[in-house]
């Protein structure tokens, strides 16, 4: 039997599912985290054979100690995961320290973690990649944006999410940020105009896909928690063969084996000259870990699929039979608090009651890029999609 460490299986919420498919197919489930073991949820203790509490994850040694404990308990392990951007750094660290061999290690990390290390794998490809700079002064900053213009982007060159992220459109934004930056190291970059596209995939140890998909995000995340507006983003009901076709390149770019991935792209809205022509692609940054919040689920009901069972399955005998179904487009609309919206929650439900696969509020720790009150529902067209977002997020 193989044993596999669950990092942190209680969050998100969701991540129970994984340990679930992962006990279905044979293998001996550990988990490590914070949260007291009588507050887990039922099903999650089901899943686990047995659960190490810590007090803190963020401190190394305690969660060091839990995976030595693990195995002196149950034997050597053949993986450790948390599919967690916050912990990627971590499982590396750990993964390393016991020669779980089976996952990215510490001296992987720069390539995969840093942004600006990032571009040169999209290069590699032939996929163009925004002009960047390292911010180190007010001066060399302002000699990067003297040759690509205002607005540029800076956000963490080791960041996650869109965490500490701005746009800045001149000076006095420039030297309001120098004033209050955190002591971390930021990349400058141009600004793209563009919708950001992502390739979604589940990889087996050849480096070939066993799932794969994308999705959209018309607005960004970075104007989402800046702007505080709305959230939407929506599941693709089928994926573009170029984004398909860079995808690909991309995995094999940084050598990617067995995991559950999530590429980002730019798609170009008007004509670049550094960059490309309207409606080219044009490399973003790689997340090495799946799509955030419930795009699992919007996957499954995207495409009448189960991602959690091909992942465990890719896991266990790297290979999956499980099947797709129907394609739609699976929509998620996130409401900020405090707007006054056209319709009531009561008009959206019952305008798209059917169709609603799921409806809740959002945890305030996610509600930066998520909003406050979430709707994810299937919808067969484009033109079904439209009216969807116009629908939940129109303001009076």
């Known amino acids: 039997m193989k044993n596999f460490i669950f990092i942190s ?92 061999t089976s996952g990215f290690q510490v001296e992987d990390m720069p390539r995969i973690k840093y942004k ?9 490809t032939g996929i163009p990649v925004a002009r960047y700079h390292i911010v180190d002064s007010v001066e060399g900053c302002k000699g990067f944006i003297g040759e690509v213009g205002y607005p ?40 793209v105009h563009a919708e950001v596209n992502s390739y979604d995939a589940i990889i087996n140890s050849e480096g070939e896909p066993l799932f794969e998909t994308g999705n959209v995000s018309p607005v960004s995340i970075m104007d989402i928690v800046n702007e505080n507006g709305n959230s939407l983003y929506y ?21 990617v084996r067995s995991r559950f991935i999530h590429f ?17 692609v044009v490399g973003l940054e790689v997340n090495m870990r799946p799509s955030g919040g419930f795009s699992p689920d919007m996957m499954n009901f995207a495409h009448s699929t189960d991602v959690y069972k091909i992942w465990a399955d890719m896991i266990a005998f790297d290979r ?25 929650h009561e008009d959206i439900m019952r305008l798209y009651g059917p169709q609603m696969k799921m409806v809740g509020r959002i945890p305030d720790v996610l509600a930066g890029a998520m909003g406050n009150q979430m709707y994810v529902a299937n919808l067969p067209t484009q033109e079904a999609l439209d009216q969807f977002y116009r629908d939940v997020l129109q303001c009076k």
Not at 152 to 180: H, I, M, Q
Not at 320 to 344: I, L, M, Q, W
Request: hydrophobic share 35%; with cysteine; charged share 30%.
């Open 9 to 100: 299986p209680n969050f998100p919420t969701n991540y129970w599912l994984f340990c679930r498919e992962l006990k279905k197919n044979g293998l001996n489930v550990l988990g490590i985290g914070d949260q007291p073991y009588d507050q887990l949820a039922p099903e999650l203790k089901a899943s686990l054979s047995e659960y190490y509490k810590v007090s803190n994850l963020e401190n190394y040694d305690e969660v060091y100690r839990g995976v030595a404990f693990l195995i002196f308990k149950h034997g050597p392990m053949d993986w450790l995961e948390s599919n967690n951007e916050y912990w990627l750094e971590r499982d590396a660290q750990l993964r390393t320290a016991f020669h779980i």
């Open 152 to 191: 540029v982007v800076v956000k963490p060159d080791n960041g996650v999410g869109a965490n500490d992220t701005y746009k800045l459109s001149n000076d006095a934004e420039l030297e309001r940020f120098f004033r209050n930056k955190l002591d971390v190291s930021y990349i400058m970059e141009e600004f």
């Open 235 to 255: 599941i693709r009901k089928e994926l573009p063969d170029d984004i398909r076709t860079a995808g690909r390149a991309v995995v094999k770019s940084f050598g």
């Open 264 to 280: 980002e792209f730019f798609r170009l809205t008007e004509d670049q000259p550094s960059l490309g022509k309207k409606g080219q």
């Open 116 to 124: 600006s290390k990032m571009k040169e794998f999209y290069r590699k």
């Open 320 to 344: 999956s039979t499980v099947p797709e179904g129907e394609h739609n487009f699976c929509a998620y609309a996130g409401r900020r608090d405090g707007k006054n919206f056209v319709y009531s």
